[in-house]
């Protein structure tokens, strides 16, 4: 018998009991679905934390030197204490950083808090990211401006109140006003004080987008000796020193020349572990391939055990159609059938069923990723490779959930099934 | 015309039921020529189903031997069995046994799909076989479209469509009318003008005086066998 036939007649079967049919397959259809729309969002993330969010976050072929791990994974409290004993970084860290450096590289501190501007006309807005740093910061993160221009290393140096606003607050703050020389307040609590300075605006950046759904263009840039300085990092202190080299070949030696400056700076002794952290894109990456890898290790465990289900379930289907059909299984066999064609039938049958199933999984699956891409931040990427993977899956299913009905008719006596009312 | 078709020697069949051991055939010794028009009577109980089974071979004797068409059928094991079945038996049953959600069409092909027929070939002997049964009009009906005469003579062409040594009828009349089953009867006598071998399982004597040849059976042994032909040998 050929498949096609078993095709075609289970096809026919599945027409004549549409909703017995999905019954059946409602295990696999959860399965496949469960699979293409995890997989895909997991994939998605995976594409987007490498292409864009590592470039934002981190920078292109840039060691960041932080006091504290910016992903911390199940630390324990002696782990925390250790972590807020370590010393915090400095302007002359990153000044001594610069003069060790034998290959060239931009070098930038950056501080930064969260606060409020005050526009013209009473506007105002919330929750900005302010950001105090020098001015290779824009070189390095690869900031330009809309309008306007950057602050310069003078300004830089004499800590000039002159602000750079990111796209959406200077929107928000001046509307159709040109923003460009007029004032903006800016406040900001630090240590439970709240601080407040006055700014000239001389730069627009270009609109930069979302990530995880947060606007990276709610912000406001200003030197870091500037009156900001209090607001983003008081007594001298910086959050992160960047530097940036060349190319991704200079990230090495960056980093074991910014290791080797801090580790004389901080007093450590060979035996000693660092007291500060060195991140590179690459690194950052490497916590998120950990989850990663972690959701493509649990995942599969939940799809199997909706899959196992399924299996069980088309199990059960199938026999009671076999026992249904028995006197059918008896007229075959009186015809010529022999076991194998019978058993063929019948698996070809359950996976036709199940194929069934995984196809409208695999659908509902992409409906689902392209809902989670167009309503939620979380970027989502359909691969083939798992299409096939959930087709597989879902016909494999009905042929193993087929092996025991199948069986229990191939070996039917013609006999008995012909008798059989 | 000359040749036998069945050869059976001292066949018996044991069934057990619980502990009770149930001789439903002590040694029948039966031989049926190509060509014979031969009926099997008897009450219930006397075996003619077990006898059937075997000469069928849907069944395998727990005793003793059968030839079918030369071939020793006794110890075959379940696929051979089926090839045989689908080679030299053509089935009739009482209650059509047709595939419900199949076409006439589908169902008279159902042999040669088994036989390994090729698709266009096995169409084409399925339209012939149903056009000689009278119903070329009727190829593309399922069996619930069509009156029981139909669907006997579906069964018919289903039966020998790929050109069996035997058709075996089991009460083939059972479920018809009287009209519709004399209009049966003489598709088969048509049958056996043309030179096919029938073995016709009955309980009613009307039926039966059909054929040429009647085997009775009472308690799993031949009874009476009247009107058999002489033939050499035999």
């Known amino acids: 018998m050929d498949p096609m036939e078993g095709i075609l007649l289970a096809l026919q079967q599945i027409r004549a009991q549409k909703l017995k049919s999905f019954f059946a397959v409602i295990g696999v259809i959860i399965g496949v679905m469960f699979l293409i729309t995890v997989v895909s969002v997991v994939e998605g993330m995976n594409r987007y934390m490498k292409e864009d969010f590592a470039k934002t976050v981190f920078g292109l072929n840039t060691v960041t030197v932080t006091r504290t791990p910016s992903v911390v994974f199940n630390g324990d409290r002696e782990y925390w204490r250790r972590l807020m004993r370590r010393p915090r970084l400095t302007f002359a860290d990153a000044d001594l950083i610069r003069e060790q450096l034998d290959v060239p590289a931009l070098v930038a501190v950056v501080s930064e808090n969260n606060g409020k501007l005050e526009g013209p006309n009473g506007t105002s807005v919330e929750n900005v990211w302010l950001t105090g740093t020098t001015a290779d910061y824009f070189r390095i993160r690869q900031y330009d401006v809309e309008k306007g221009r950057l602050f310069t290393p003078p300004e830089d140096r004499v800590g000039a109140n002159v602000v750079v606003l990111g796209f959406d607050a200077a929107d928000k703050l001046f509307g159709v006003l040109d923003p460009l020389g007029r004032r903006v307040k800016i406040l900001a609590n630090q240590s439970g004080n709240p601080i407040t300075g006055v700014f000239t605006v001389v730069g627009v950046l270009k609109k930069q987008g979302t990530l995880f759904g947060m606007s990276l263009d709610n912000r406001a840039v200003a030197p870091a000796h500037s009156a900001l300085a209090p607001m983003v990092n008081p007594h001298g202190f910086v959050d992160q020193i960047l530097v940036q080299g060349d190319g991704p070949e200079a990230i090495p030696a960056l980093k074991m020349s910014a290791e080797a400056t801090m580790r004389t700076r901080h007093h450590l002794r060979p035996a000693m572990v660092n007291d500060f952290e060195l991140e590179t894109a690459d690194d950052s990456l490497s916590f998120w391939d950990k989850i990663s890898k972690i959701l493509f290790i649990a995942f599969p465990g939940l799809v199997a055990i909706a899959l196992v289900v399924g299996g069980m379930v088309i199990m059960n289907i199938m026999l009671v159609s076999v026992a249904e ?19 063929f039938q019948i698996l070809v049958e359950g996976a036709t069923l199940s194929g069934a199933g995984a196809i409208l999984g695999i659908l509902i699956g992409i409906g689902l990723a392209l809902a989670v891409r167009a309503f939620s931040p979380l970027p989502a990427a359909i691969s083939p490779l798992w299409i096939s993977v959930g087709a597989l899956l879902g016909v ?26 | 015309m000359n040749g036998e078709v069945i050869r059976t020697e001292k066949p018996t069949k044991n069934y057990e039921i619980g502990a009770e051991v149930v001789h439903a055939l002590r040694g029948v010794d039966l031989v049926v020529n190509r060509n014979e028009y031969l009926a099997i009577m008897g009450p219930s109980g006397s075996g003619k189903s077990t006898l059937m089974n075997l000469i069928g071979c849907l069944d395998t004797p727990t005793a003793g031997q059968y030839w079918l068409n030369g071939q020793p059928v006794a110890g075959l094991i379940d696929d051979e069995l089926a090839r045989i079945r689908n080679r030299e038996i053509g089935f009739v049953f009482q209650t059509f046994n047709l595939l419900p959600r199949a076409t006439a069409l589908h169902n008279v092909e159902l042999p040669l799909i088994y036989a390994g027929v090729p698709s266009r070939e096995r169409r084409e002997r399925a339209e012939v076989m149903l056009g000689k049964v009278g119903l070329a009009d009727r190829m593309a009906h399922k069996p619930a479209e069509l009156s029981g ?86």
């Open chain 1, 325 to 343: 059909r028995t006197r059918e299984i008896g007229v075959r066999k009186a015809l010529g059938a022999r076991r194998r064609d019978v058993l």
């Open chain 1, 396 to 421: 494999s299913v009905g042929v193993i959930a087929g092996i025991y009905p199948a069986n229990r008719a191939a070996r039917m006596d013609p006999v008995v099934a012909l008798r059989y009312e």
């Open chain 2, 149 to 234: 005469g139909q669907r006997q003579r579906v069964a018919v062409a289903r039966a020998l469509v790929n050109g069996p040594a035997i058709l075996l009828a089991d009460e083939p009349t059972g479920n018809l009318d009287s009209a519709t089953g004399d209009e049966i009867m003489n598709l088969l006598d048509a049958l056996f003008d043309q030179g096919q071998t029938i073995v016709l399982v009955t309980h009613e004597h009307d039926i039966a005086a059909r054929a040429h040849r009647t085997v009775t059976l009472r308690d799993g042994l031949i009874s009476s066998d009247v009107g058999r032909m002489a033939v050499a040998g035999a």
